[in-house]
């Protein structure tokens, strides 16, 4: 057949495809004309890995972004990216697309073709030009470390040089640096070796590889010391205040590359090693007189302080000392918390981060796991407890009258039956998802996180029984033990323990990779310590199939997730009231952290009251009045989660956000019921809401409409109509197109009666596919053919099952 002459000039005008176009006109003259090598062209590169999207349990990467072509100066080093069109099209037109990559990627060019014409946009100048031809290795190069401020020639040796590839992952691939660490490393790199300033600070999110990119920085200075005659001269110090902070980065990411040369320092002076490890305190430890002042002040060439916000940076520091003594080192700061109040010091010591790498960012790139803040309100936290005076706690003690809110609780009074309905509570979200995924729950103190193991362990005596640390306590007071526990609990291929109790041993520093929820059970009113707190989640672990995590709030502490620079906003709110009258209290906002129960607290006995000898006896840690008799019921619960797309934090009911992206995909209920009567349709509606993370049998849960259709669901929401039971439409459509029926044999009538009932009682997926008729009752009908004869074979069944659908959804 002949094609008509229009849209063969219309196809002739639009020239080739972009595949076509880069293979034959790109790909050569980037080689020939402009010497770029093989190696030095990277094709389809992935800028980032795609952001995480969950809906109900299952979990989907969005489309990364991908640049059409990478120009490396050397094996991981980029200088360029490019953009290609099809053939005719304007060489411009990819030039926008092209600069946010190269922006993303920290690049001073970005460049646009159709495989004949060039653009380019260079962001050293500002200039946006048409070249006759492709850059050069040579001049992209010179504009990188314009870019960089580099200007001496052994600095940019070291800069070009291929970054440490030692480190595998577990399919034996070489680690690379993301594209975000590289932009640290070779920040970091260019200041140091620059002499522009001393103190240096990078701010990268917990689970983002802030020591994988301090040792590649180490690598790189190393790489220049030898090239320059320096390396025997030249050590690094790597500094923090926790012994996990060490061991990690020692064993996993230093160790592997350096060898022998890493040494950490325990007791006496070493001088025979490369890079060393030390915490603030064996260093200042009384009984060696400060060993950290053994060393030379010029000992040092680098110093890297890990977890900077909580170490020697405020002058009020009593290891401040210690960074003094070093001063003639360059100092880089490692932290994962933005400028707040609390951490102003850092930032006024160490100056402006040299390059920041948000949570928010993070989870758009797809690199941390997105996570869901379901808000607990407890009675007493919604209430607070009056005591009237004369009350007396189980010990038998007057309790001083007033009311008391969540900011007193297990600081000044203890209700234990509050602890077991969070416990209870948190046992029911278990059951419901994944009775082996990994919790962390922070309470007050330790003696809180007791009750809160205690409680977890009864509540779930059927996994206590064949894991007997289903629950356990990790604080600093376990000692030996309590490390032994966390070791086994960070172990992905470790089942228990499941539950951890903590304080705020867990809070920062520690890798747990499988953990999907973080429970929080104690009033936090200090950002920085509620992002590390988040932190503990954030790390992926795609071979375990931990993609996203929960939060669990049962104080108020999600006020603190306001914080849209760095975290990105939350997806949207589920409000559901779960108490008799059907209401929802508000809810409590977080306070200011109060000092530890053991200083707080008020005195057990008052002045001049004589303890009853007949009483229950006082446990000699019990510091708090401890209430059992005040009833305890969940009032109501609330749901957050990270939109995909959005830059600000919504806190909106999940029907309103449900109402609003359900609008955005159709115009009116009409045109989504006309969408749903073909199950490839519903599939398609399916995955398009899961790709804005609602899930529809989500939906129909957090509505309440778990016996109605998904699309009697959807129109409720979007547009208030009311909603009708599988059952109801049923009824409906028999009654309104009788007339289909009747005109059936009686025995494929029967068949397709059977099948209506198996909709109303199981759901929609029983219309999706015709092998649902080799189930009960309809298979007793006999085989698939000998029910296709019933309708008079198979095309007439395939017939009559697409008009059921359109029959059952006009109702």
């Given at each position: 057949m002949s094609v008509p002459w229009r849209t063969v000039m219309t196809m002739v005008d639009k020239g080739r495809d972009e595949v076509t176009t880069c293979r034959d006109f790109v790909l050569p003259r980037l080689k020939d004309e402009s010497g770029w090598l093989s190696g030095q062209i990277k094709e389809q590169v992935p800028v980032t890995a795609g952001r995480i999207v969950r809906a109900g349990r299952s979990h989907r990467r969005q489309r990364p972004l991908q640049a059409d072509f990478v120009l490396e100066i050397s094996e991981g080093v980029p200088v360029a990216v490019v953009e290609a069109k099809r053939e005719f099209a304007d060489p411009r037109d990819g030039l926008q697309q092209a600069k946010v990559y190269a922006e993303q990627l920290d690049l001073p060019v970005a460049i646009s073709t159709n495989g004949h014409g060039v653009a380019m946009f260079n962001f050293v100048s500002g200039e946006e030009t048409t070249p006759e031809y492709f850059p050069r290795p040579d001049e992209l190069w010179e504009l990188y470390l314009a870019h960089q401020g580099v200007t001496d020639n052994k600095i940019a040796d070291v800069l070009r040089e291929p970054f440490n590839r030692v480190l595998k992952h577990a399919d034996g691939t070489p680690k690379e640096p993301r594209y975000y660490q590289r932009i640290a490393i070779h920040r970091t790199v260019a200041a140091c070796l620059s002499g522009r300033r001393n103190r240096l600070l990078l701010t990268m999110a917990t689970g983002t590889g802030k020591t994988f990119t301090a040792m590649q920085i180490v690598w790189k200075l190393m790489r220049y010391w030898e090239q320059t005659g320096q390396a025997g001269l030249k050590r690094v110090l790597y500094l923090t205040d926790r012994d996990s902070l060490i061991e990690q980065p020692m064993r996993n990411d230093f160790t592997p590359v350096f060898g022998e040369a890493v040494h950490r320092i325990r007791g006496e002076k070493d001088t025979a090693r490369s890079i060393y490890f030390a915490t603030y305190q064996a260093l200042t430890n009384v009984a060696r007189s400060d060993l950290f002042r053994k060393y030379p002040a010029d000992f040092f060439d680098l110093v890297i302080v890990d977890e900077c916000h909580r170490g020697s940076a405020s002058e009020q520091s009593s290891w401040r000392e210690i960074l003094k003594h070093f001063s003639p080192a360059i100092q880089l700061?490692?932290?994962?918390?933005?400028?707040?109040?609390a951490n102003v010091d850092t930032y006024k010591y160490f100056d402006e981060p040299l390059y920041t790498y948000s949570l928010k960012q993070g989870i758009a790139d797809g690199y941390l796991a997105p996570y869901r803040v379901r808000r607990v309100v407890l009675s007493p936290d919604a209430e607070g407890v009056r005591i009237s005076a004369g009350e007396l706690d189980k010990y038998q003690?007057?309790?001083?009258?007033?009311?008391?809110?969540?900011?007193?609780?297990?600081r000044i009074i203890s209700l234990l039956k509050r602890t077991d309905a969070a416990a209870q509570y948190l046992t029911d979200y278990l059951q419901d998802t994944d009775r082996m995924g990994k919790m962390v729950v922070f309470c007050v103190d330790s003696e809180?996180?007791?009750?809160?193991?205690?409680a977890m362990t009864n509540a779930n005596q059927d996994m206590a029984r064949i894991h007997k640390d289903y629950a356990a306590r990790m604080v600093s007071k376990e000692g030996d033990w309590g490390k032994q526990m966390l070791e086994q609990f960070q172990d992905p291929e470790t089942p228990a323990p499941v539950v951890a109790t903590t304080s705020r041993m867990l809070s920062t520093g520690v890798d747990i990779p499988t953990l999907r929820t973080v429970v929080l059970f104690r009033p936090i009113g200090s950002v920085h310590e509620f992002k590390q707190i988040i932190g503990r989640g954030t790390r992926l672990a795609e071979d375990y199939d931990k993609l996203s995590f929960e939060i669990i709030d049962f104080v108020g502490a999600t006020v603190l997730f306001e914080d849209p620079e760095f975290d990105g906003p939350a997806e949207y709110e589920i409000e559901e009231t779960i108490d008799d009258d059907g209401q929802v209290v508000c809810h409590p906002s977080a306070e200011e952290p109060e000092p530890s129960a053991a200083d707080a607290a008020p005195e057990l006995l008052p002045p001049g009251t004589e303890e009853d000898a007949s009483a229950t006896p006082i446990p000699p840690s019990t510091r708090k009045f401890v209430v059992e008799d005040i009833e305890v019921q969940i009032t109501a619960e609330g749901v957050w989660m990270t939109e995909p797309g959005s830059d600000r934090l919504r806190l909106v009911e999940y029907r309103d956000y449900a109402q609003g992206v359900v609008r955005k995909l159709f115009a009116g209920p009409d045109k989504l019921r006309a969408r749903w009567r073909t199950a490839p349709s519903r599939g398609e509606i399916a995955d398009a809401l899961a790709a804005r993370a609602i899930a529809l049998d989500e939906l129909c849960k957090r509505t309440g409409l778990t016996d109605a259709d998904p699309l009697d669901v959807l129109v409720h929401v979007a547009w208030n109509e009311p909603a009708?039971?599988?059952?109801?439409?049923?009824?409906?459509?028999?009654?309104?197109?009788?007339?289909?029926?009747?005109?059936?044999?009686?025995?494929?009538?029967?068949?397709?009666?059977?099948?209506?009932?198996?909709?109303?009682?199981?759901?929609?997926?029983?219309?999706?596919?015709?092998?649902?008729?080799?189930?009960?009752?309809?298979?007793?009908?006999?085989?698939?053919?000998?029910?296709?004869?019933?309708?008079?074979?198979?095309?007439?069944?395939?017939?009559?099952?697409?008009?059921l659908q359109n029959v059952l959804y006009a109702a």
């Open positions: 700061g490692l932290t994962a918390t933005p400028k707040r109040g003690r007057e309790i001083p009258e007033g009311l008391y809110e969540t900011k007193d609780f297990e809180h996180a007791l009750d809160m193991r205690q009708i039971s599988r059952h109801e439409r049923v009824y409906r459509a028999k009654r309104a197109k009788a007339d289909f029926f009747q005109r059936l044999p009686e025995e494929a009538r029967a068949v397709i009666e059977e099948l209506l009932e198996r909709y109303a009682v199981h759901g929609a997926g029983e219309l999706d596919k015709l092998e649902v008729l080799k189930l009960d009752p309809m298979r007793q009908h006999g085989s698939m053919r000998e029910i296709a004869s019933l309708f008079g074979g198979p095309e007439r069944l395939r017939q009559t099952w697409d008009e």
